[in-house]
């Protein structure tokens, strides 16, 4: 049997589902796997979505661009994680942003026919299917209102509060580049190097290529 079909096992829509239920339901022509180079468009802006995608290998990146040269990076998705489920029955099933190959990556694209099956045989699945909706949504949610009502200083703050938190340490070993965060935030990266010189000399935080030090975490949390 294909090896994906063991992947399918660990990816939540599935979960469900016994691996002899997952290799009945697989047929030939319900499905086909596609490989990526690292950097490739996999699918365009407008580009129609008709099937559901699972990454097999590697990460995949939805990112956009505003008319200002600023890329956006919505979410980054990895192996079993679950791509165009919340475009696939919709009445304009196009995507709204790109979705590129951050890594090469390998991904298993399940036709419509199937998912639709799937969810009119198996309760469960079915629930799996709106949960996962769900949880797409309140991605995109969070991350509007990110970029609609957070200044850059905002978003760096509360990236730092938050791995403060995480890493149980006022040194933030950076697990980005200032790139991505950048990209993270929705602003260009000579615009987040402003912003965090500024902070430095405000004595708020210093920092290198590799981690951000909070000097006053008062300061931070107050703003």
Excluded: W
């Amino acid at each position: 049997m294909l090896d994906f079909i063991y992947v399918l096992e660990h990816v939540d829509l599935f979960k469900e589902l016994s691996l002899k239920d997952i290799k009945t339901l697989i047929t030939n022509d319900s499905f086909n796997t596609e490989t990526y180079k690292k950097n490739s468009v996999i699918y365009f802006q407008n580009e129609k979505c008709s099937t559901l995608d699972i990454v097999l290998k590697g990460t995949i990146s939805v990112q956009g661009i505003d008319d200002k040269g600023n890329y956006i990076s919505i979410s980054d998705f990895n192996m079993c994680d679950v791509i165009g489920g919340n475009l696939l029955f919709s009445h304009k099933n196009f995507y709204p942003m790109m979705v590129l190959a951050k890594t090469d990556a390998t991904i298993l694209h399940i036709k419509k026919d199937l998912i639709l099956k799937l969810c009119q045989s198996n309760t469960n699945f079915l629930i799996n299917f709106l949960q996962a909706l769900s949880d797409k949504t309140l991605i995109l949610t969070e991350k509007i209102k990110t970029l609609s009502f957070k200044s850059i200083r905002q978003c760096i703050i509360d990236y730092l509060i938050y791995e403060r938190y995480i890493q149980k340490s006022n040194i933030i070993k950076l697990t980005l580049t200032k790139k991505q965060l950048a990209e993270k935030f929705g602003v260009q990266r000579p615009s987040l190097s402003r912003e965090l010189n500024k902070m430095r000399k405000e004595g708020l935080i210093t920092y290198d290529a590799y981690s951000i030090k909070i000097l006053n975490e008062s300061a931070l949390n107050n703003y």
